[in-house]
């Protein structure tokens, strides 16, 4: 079975930066992705790991351990636009995804 | 381009009674796949489709039966439907199915809940 853990819920201040980390245990791995899913809406695109390192696209990096079954999405100058779910979601051996449970990020003005 | 509509937005649906959810992609990717998503568990795979004309079992492929006629459209039916599949279903597709790099692309989704 997949395993994928992520926290519930963080709160942040407007421009503080936010790190939300995935651990993972999966039945191989090709890949890891993180979606950002605001309340009501589809789930969007945010970024993909498959070799271990820092991804970075503008305010948001992603970063992947192979290694230890671990991975951060980090979110800098946080604005109140960034208040919504993200996804972690790791494509095992049959190249299907699994998610997590998502955490809810708040940002607080 | 619309990318992916689902129809419903939204259904209230009596127990024992037969629905089917719409979806329908207009970026021509060869793969589909129908999530439910229940607080506190995240997205499920219900059933998923490679290619037109082949589907699959996801993680929870019971109560739910699919179809792939087309490249466009893949519909979810609840032959019987039952109270604990009140949930928000999730249509996507993606372009390369078996690649690392496959990306999902995500519809709207359909809430649905059953009495």
């Known amino acids: 079975g997949q395993n994928i853990d992520q926290p519930t819920e963080m709160t942040a201040t407007e421009g503080a930066i936010v790190q939300i980390n995935c651990t993972y245990q999966t039945s191989g791995f090709n890949g890891l992705f993180w979606y950002q899913q605001h309340a009501g809406e589809a789930p969007t695109f945010l970024s993909y790991n498959v070799l271990d390192g820092l991804e970075e696209k503008g305010r948001f990096s992603s970063f992947l351990s192979r290694s230890k079954g671990y991975s951060y999405l980090l979110l800098k100058e946080l604005q109140m636009k960034d208040s919504a779910s993200y996804l972690c979601a790791v494509l095992s051996n049959d190249y299907k995804l699994s998610f997590g449970a998502g955490t809810t990020v708040t940002v607080r003005a | 381009i619309a990318g992916i509509t689902q129809a419903p937005t939204s259904q209230i649906l009596a127990a024992g009674r037969r629905m089917t959810l719409r979806c329908t992609q207009d970026?021509?990717?060869?793969?589909m796949y129908w999530y439910r998503q229940d607080l506190g568990l995240g997205l499920r795979l219900i059933h998923y489709s490679n290619t037109a004309g082949t589907t699959g079992k996801g993680e929870v492929p019971d109560g739910y039966s699919v179809s792939r006629a087309n490249t466009d459209d893949f519909p979810l039916t609840l032959a019987s439907a039952v109270p604990s599949q009140t949930s928000v279903y999730f249509c996507?597709?993606?372009?390369?199915?078996?690649?690392?790099?496959?990306?999902?692309?995500f519809g709207p989704g359909t809430r649905l809940t059953v009495l």
């Open positions: 996507a597709s993606s372009d390369s199915p078996g690649s690392g790099t496959d990306t999902q692309y």
């Open positions: 970026m021509r990717h060869n793969a």
